[in-house]
């Protein structure tokens, strides 16, 4: 019995597929490397070398059908899928067919070989402006960007499949703000180009590899007017998964993977300068266009249901985030 990882070879599934090895799974991980490195996967062998790879597009039914007649699939984690916002707003219908595209076929060749365990890759942009800490039960809001809305319609389209087919069991995990990388060094967050997200901004501006970090407005409603985040270490994220396949259970269940607590950006720089005793230059400029002020979870839920909490804190994900960085 094989799980199979759909972008095993991207940031958060690596880290995953260490998890689930630990715990002496084996895997089945597909990838096409429209955003990870085949590096990734010498680097995953010195860790545990319990899997195979195929470099299979998820959206192509008949490369998946050959997988899933090759192993015995007892069930998938779907991560694979495009996450830049701002792209998606610029390349809209790549995000659709990607993301959406692959859940649909992932999901039905999931029916067609009996595979009943399903573990989807969500976000928690799909609560949009929201009161926090978001919780599950809340009603959606539109998103504002077409990333966002893949994350929804994916989720809805895996709750009618589960309406049709009352023995499949999905767990729909919705992530905070993934950051840091394995204790070890070897994997951790590799962007191309110029990254978007905060925490390796502040690696590559602490390298010198950046001239200083753009902090993105300090006008918000916050302590100290810039933007809060519910930042979660990649490796406590990974647990969170290993903890939602191991408690499938027929029907939907929806988790936020979170910490609870909200850290600003400037609290962030503020602790990576102290676990690291390395300065981040930064200039205050004006908001990005389409981010919320403050986004954190009640993560209360996983914790009664699945038994798994995060256990890392922030200074735990700065000092592994620029351990990764200066070993790449
Ligand atoms: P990532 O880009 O590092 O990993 C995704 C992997 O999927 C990549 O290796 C990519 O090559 C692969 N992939 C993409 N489309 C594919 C396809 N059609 N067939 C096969 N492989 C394909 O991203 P990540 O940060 O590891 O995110 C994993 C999942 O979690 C994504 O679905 C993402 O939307 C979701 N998510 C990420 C974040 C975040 O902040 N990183 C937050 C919320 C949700
Ligand atoms: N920020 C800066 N400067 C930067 C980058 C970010 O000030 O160079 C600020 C942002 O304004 C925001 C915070 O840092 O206040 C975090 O921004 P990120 O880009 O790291 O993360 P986001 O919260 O915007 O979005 C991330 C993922 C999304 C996902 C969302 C879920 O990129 O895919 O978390 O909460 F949907």
Redesign the pocket.
């Known amino acids: 019995m094989k799980i199979l990882i759909t972008g095993g070879a991207g940031y958060i599934g690596s880290h995953t597929c260490v998890a689930l090895m630990e715990q002496g799974y084996s895997l089945v991980i597909l990838d096409n490397f429209s955003n990870s490195k085949p590096a990734v996967l010498d680097k995953l062998r010195k860790l545990n070398d319990n899997f195979v790879f195929y470099n299979v597009d998820v959206t192509n039914e008949e490369a998946l059908e050959r997988v899933f007649s090759n192993h015995k699939i007892d069930g998938v984690i779907h991560f694979a899928g495009y996450?830049a916002?701002g792209e998606s707003v610029a390349k809209p219908l790549n995000y659709y067919i990607n993301n959406v595209g692959s859940t649909m076929i992932l999901a039905k060749v999931c029916q067609k070989y009996n595979v009943n365990k399903f573990v989807f890759s969500s976000?928690?942009?799909v609560y949009g402006e929201n009161k926090v800490p978001f919780k599950e039960e809340m009603e959606l809001l539109p998103t504002t960007n077409p990333?966002?809305e893949t994350k929804a319609m994916s989720e809805r389209i895996l709750m009618d499949v589960a309406k049709a087919n009352p023995n499949f069991a999905v767990s729909i995990l919705r992530?905070?703000?993934p950051v840091g990388a394995h204790e070890s060094g070897l994997i951790g967050e590799d962007p191309n180009g110029i990254p978007?997200?905060?925490?390796p901004?502040i690696t590559k501006v602490a390298k010198g590899e950046l001239e200083k970090?753009?902090?993105?407005?300090n006008d918000y409603p916050t302590p100290d007017g810039?933007?809060i985040?519910d930042y979660i270490h990649v490796m406590d994220l990974a647990e969170g998964h290993v903890a939602a396949y191991k408690h499938l259970r027929k029907g939907v269940h929806i988790y936020n993977l979170g910490t609870g607590k909200g850290t600003s950006?400037l609290e962030l720089v503020h602790a990576f300068e102290k676990a690291n005793g390395i300065k981040v230059p930064y200039e205050i400029v004006e908001r990005?266009p389409g981010?919320i002020a403050i986004?954190y979870a009640d993560a209360s839920k996983a914790e009664r249901e699945l038994g798994w909490k995060a256990k890392r804190d922030i200074i735990d994900m700065c000092r592994d985030a620029w351990r990764f960085e200066n070993l790449t």
């Open positions: 996450k916002v976000s928690a942009t990333y966002g992530y905070f703000n978007n997200n905060l925490m901004y970090l753009r902090v993105f407005g810039t933007g985040r950006v990005r981010d986004c």
